[in-house]
């Protein structure tokens, strides 16, 4: 068989990998995302995904959904992450794989948590395996692109999102009620609760919850919600607000050393100053979150983009006029984009 045909083989098994691995998102925390499969004669005989941290991993459920475990001594695995060679919550994968002989391993990448880097694969070719890493290896990095920006820039994955009109605002100037105004439409905001349930964290600044009082909760999707984090540089949210209500873990980030903390509902102290999106996310970070949402309002926004300090921005232009009100964050990128019904969704990634 000529390498392209091997090269091709080994695409697509890692392909299915990948498929299988999204299936955990927003439930491996602090995990990755993995995904396996085993193959025999050109034929996938066991699959499998991690599904939540803690509970076997990919490789564990792939080699015990093969019916006919003799095969394995004849087959190839395919993993979209290095296996793991050390004890944590579950034996290492690794040990797994040599015990049951399986003689070829396929990796898409490396993984960069320190107690791995490296020595999986070490350990299972020293041990007689066949390994071949670096298969659909960009598509494996995009995968797990929360967990790697965690590990090798000690910073969460940061999400930046906003709505705005047809005529470029985000909210009108005033309001009766202390409740948004929606500007994108219904299934766009569905869309939105799905990315809260993907990702670990999400932020707002003080302004919005004054003004909008949001939840900030994925209750029009299933899954779990983010942790709320709050900016209150000077305690004026009370508890009569959302935010402090104690239903969801919440992370109150102040200056005020006497702020009341209350049940599911802590502050972190630091200065607000010029640094104020590096000290954010340096708490973020310290607190093990992998991954947030800021969701505003401007202020918030356009400093993480004058910092240069995001991943990805994800912008929805609704058909709503204005006419006035506060203008969207300025963000000098062309990105890709889709229609949500009559919304049009734009994202941008920062290549920096």
């Known amino acids: 068989m000529s390498y392209f045909c091997v090269v091709k083989i080994h695409e697509k098994y890692l392909s299915r990998c990948i498929q299988l691995a999204k299936n955990g998102l927003g439930s491996t925390y602090p995990n990755p995302l993995v995904g396996s499969v085993i193959v025999h004669n050109d034929k996938i005989i066991g699959e499998g995904w991690h599904r939540k941290a803690g509970e076997p991993h990919a490789e564990v459920h792939a080699i015990n959904s093969v019916k006919d475990q003799s095969l394995l001594k004849e087959s190839t695995i395919y ?61 494996c990095l995009e995968l797990n692109k929360r967990f790697f920006t965690f590990h090798n820039k000690k910073r969460p994955y940061i999400i930046l999102k ?29 869309l939105v609760h799905q990315w809260r ?14 003004d909008d009082n949001p939840k900030l909760d994925v209750r029009d999707w ?27 873990k919440t992370v109150v980030i102040t ?20 640094q104020l999106s ?11 979150l992998q991954s947030i949402i800021i969701e505003g309002g401007k202020q918030t926004l356009q400093t993480f983009i004058d910092d240069r300090l995001w991943d990805e921005a994800r912008v929805f232009v609704s058909d709503t006029i204005l006419e ?12 890709k984009t889709t229609k949500i019904k009559t919304d049009q969704l734009t994202i941008n990634l920062n290549h920096d």
């Open 79 to 139: 993993v979209s992450l290095e296996p793991c060679s050390h004890f944590g919550k579950t034996p290492p994968c690794c040990d797994l794989i040599i015990a049951h002989k399986i003689p070829k391993v396929v990796v898409g990448t490396i993984d960069p948590f320190s107690k791995v880097a490296g020595s999986g694969i070490q350990r299972l070719r020293d041990n007689g395996c066949e390994v071949t890493v670096g298969v659909l290896e960009k598509e």
């Open 222 to 248: 299933t899954g779990k919600n983010p942790t709320r984090i709050v900016l209150d540089r000077q305690g004026k949210i009370d508890s009569n607000y959302f935010v402090n209500d104690g239903k969801t």
């Open 162 to 190: 906003w709505a705005e009109s047809r005529d470029g605002f985000i909210a009108p100037l005033s309001k009766d009620t202390k409740a948004p105004i929606w500007i994108s439409n219904e299934y766009s905001r569905q």
């Open 324 to 335: 006035k009100g506060i203008t969207a964050p300025q963000l000098n990128r062309i990105g």
């Open 197 to 210: 349930a993907e990702e670990q964290a999400i932020l707002v600044g003080t302004q919005t919850v004054l």
């Open 278 to 288: 590096q000290k954010i996310v340096d708490v973020v970070y310290r607190l093990g």
């Open 255 to 274: 200056e005020q050393e006497k702020l009341i903390e209350s049940e599911n509902v802590r502050a972190e102290i630091i200065t607000f100053d010029n």
